[in-house]
């Protein structure tokens, strides 16, 4: 670990109750064997921290168990019936109605503001609240596809999924790009943010993790993506290349060795792990690289907004929105007619990871094709689509039950051959119960990240702030007011985001 920071500790023996922890800026390049020493006193000082300390840690584990043992109790309960029994399409579109009324209902416009420099409003296309929007809509059909079992929109669905692992690479690609850190604390954050419950959820109720393959197809988009931005980040530092001739050769590269695993039989190594996560890796093997590609040439795509939807021209605005929507739609309808017709699952799977990105692309268009379009969202999509890691694994045990085989019957008399009234109350029911539960677990994980990274900076001293150790300490009797001072090391952590020169 290099060292640029000393801390001193100041500690008066006759009347110590703390330990005061100094920092002070120390400007050095040699590099020094890790102390046990120095991880104690770390840990001592994340413990007792009043934000995103030890206790923060603690309650939120606490929290957990009681949310596994809902689950575990709705995964196991009865009576239920088998979910093929709950195939009713009318349901689905009606629940779906339900949706499109809340949407309008929460539907939210706000103006774009000045760009950093001033002058004419940015206009954002898939922005925070857009993406989030995007995410809850998706999920809700996603989960409405399971529990009413409506088969014809399969390829619709494979979409949705492409779509979340092609969000994976994008905004990954984003952040990376934009920062520069590739800092352990970030890799920790992430791999938290993704795994932590349902990697306890899949333990606790033995599940076997494949349930959740989009978990893994998130994790390991996420390491590509990084490891991908960080050759390109070496390329622009190290060799002096260009910023795009650094980033087009990454992303190049990393579609090479996409091409060298999935086009080859080194594929077959998934088969180790599973039949189940041979087919799904295949089926979006491209789709987060795509979203990385995407993401480079998201800056040209924000140039070409600024000047279509712009304030400088109503009437080439005008003209760009009908081009653009009109796009949008064809590029869909090219996706249904030639592809997403297709009623047959094994004939339309071999060709998906290769055809989805129209449908995507022409989403986009369609959904960003005004200025007024890309201020505006939906407040209860956005609310649905910040919960959605955490809906995808708790549907398969609250919403629906025994590993999303079944479903629940809460209510009596809303089994398979219970009126439609019933079992919509007894759908209302469980799904308030599920969705409760989700939106407890997401902010169970959060607590949960935040105090571990908070740990590792503690630990590799990327903590950058001044702090208070309380140790209790007992004076020997005829002991003298002393002070020592001990000069401890605090490890650099890295650049930081601020010292990062952004392009």
Known sequence: FSLSTMVIVTVDKANASSIEVEYSAKDTAKRHVFRPSIMVSALKAWAVQEKNGLKDFSVAQCKVAAVLAVAHFGNIWE??????????????WLVNGFLAIGTFMTWTWKA?????????????????????????????????????RVFYVYNEIRVFVSAYVWMTGFGNFLYFDKKGDFSVERF?????????????????????????????????GFVMTMITCYVGYQLEQRLGWSYWKSRTSAVALSLVAHILFYETPAVDFLLLFSKEYHFRFQADKYSAWMGMASGLLWGKIGQYMQWAHGFENEQRRRIASV?????????????????????????????HPYVFVFAVIGWLMLRNCTRYLTECHSTLLEFLGRNTLETYVLQFHLFMTHNVQYIPVVIPGADAAGSAAIRFANMLLCGSVFLTMA??????????????????KSVRGTVDTSMTVVVPQQASEGSKSEEESFALTKLEGGMTNEDHPRK
Request: charged share 15%; glycine share 8%.
């Open 112 to 148: 774009s503001s000045a760009g950093r420099g001033g002058g004419s409003p940015r206009v954002v296309m898939l922005g925070r609240e857009q993406t989030e929007e995007w995410k809850g809509w998706m999920q809700w059909g996603f989960i409405f596809y399971h529990y009413y």
């Open 188 to 220: 920790v954050s992430m791999i938290l943010r993704i795994n932590y419950f349902p990697l306890l959820l899949s333990y606790f109720l033995t599940v076997p993790l494949e349930l959740y393959y989009v978990v893994p197809l998130h994790t390991t």
């Open 439 to 456: 939106v407890c677990a997401r902010k169970i994980t959060i607590a949960t990240q935040l105090s571990v990274v908070d740990l590792v």
């Open 79 to 92: 009576p239920a019936y088998q979910r093929n029994e709950n195939h009713d399409p009318s349901m689905f």
């Open 323 to 351: 081009l653009q929507g009109s796009a949008g739609i064809a590029l869909i309808a090219f996706w249904y007619c030639l592809f997403g017709h297709i009623e047959d699952k094994f004939t339309y799977n071999p060709v």
